[in-house]
């Protein structure tokens, strides 16, 4: 049987689109190429990405701003030590890029200067820590990429 040039066009394309869905199938059923959006509610989080910005503006002009630092027990955070730690209130969001499942948060309860995320939370590698606090009155953010 001989085959012409009709027929060979006609088996490339049932072959590029045999090639084509084997792979949009293994893409779609492999949770190895599972990747989540890391915030569900992003369109609402941009609305308010400006007073985020003026919360960490506030924050950075402080004389002192929030430390944070990998110590045996965990992520050891240190709040300005010319603040009254017991008026300091507020939220603590640590969020894993790879793995939304590990994203939590905290709220601030302070028996001293540092507050203390236990290592049995945290898994090694990249995390988004943001601090949500608030001082008599006046709110701050502190932001920033950990390496755990």
Same mark, same amino acid.
């Given at each position: 049987?001989?085959?012409?040039?009709?027929?060979?066009?006609?088996?490339?394309?049932?072959?590029?689109?045999?090639?084509?869905?084997?792979?949009?199938?293994?893409?779609?059923?492999?949770?190895?190429?599972?990747?989540?959006?890391?915030?569900? /509610? =992003?369109?609402?989080?941009?609305?308010?990405?400006?007073? *985020?910005?003026?919360?960490? $503006?506030?924050?950075?002009?402080? #004389? @002192?701003?929030?430390?944070?630092?990998?110590?045996?027990?965990?992520?050891?955070?240190?709040?300005?030590?010319?603040? /009254? =730690?017991?008026?300091?209130?507020?939220?603590?969001?640590? *969020?894993?890029?790879?793995? $939304?499942?590990?994203?939590?948060? #905290? @709220?601030?309860?302070?028996?001293?200067?540092?507050?203390?995320?236990?290592?049995?939370?945290?898994?090694?590698?990249?995390?988004?820590?943001?601090?949500?606090?608030?001082?008599?009155?006046?709110?701050?953010?502190? $932001?920033?990429?950990?390496?755990?």
């Amino acid at each position: 049987m001989k085959i012409n040039w009709g027929t060979g066009i006609v088996i490339a394309f049932v072959c590029f689109i045999a090639f084509i869905m084997y792979f949009v199938v293994s893409m779609s059923t492999n949770d190895k190429y599972d990747h989540d959006l890391v915030n569900e /509610n =992003y369109y609402e989080q941009e609305l308010k990405y400006q007073e *985020d910005i003026d919360k960490e $503006k506030k924050a950075k002009n402080l #004389s @002192e701003n929030v430390k944070w630092r990998k110590s045996s027990e965990g992520i050891e955070i240190e709040f300005p030590s010319t603040m /009254n =730690y017991s008026d300091i209130k507020g939220t603590l969001h640590l *969020d894993r890029p790879s793995n $939304k499942t590990l994203d939590f948060k #905290s @709220e601030l309860n302070l028996n001293s200067s540092k507050f203390i995320i236990p290592k049995d939370n945290l898994l090694e590698g990249r995390w988004n820590l943001k601090i949500y606090w608030n001082y008599k009155g006046n709110d701050y953010l502190f $932001k920033e990429l950990i390496v755990y």
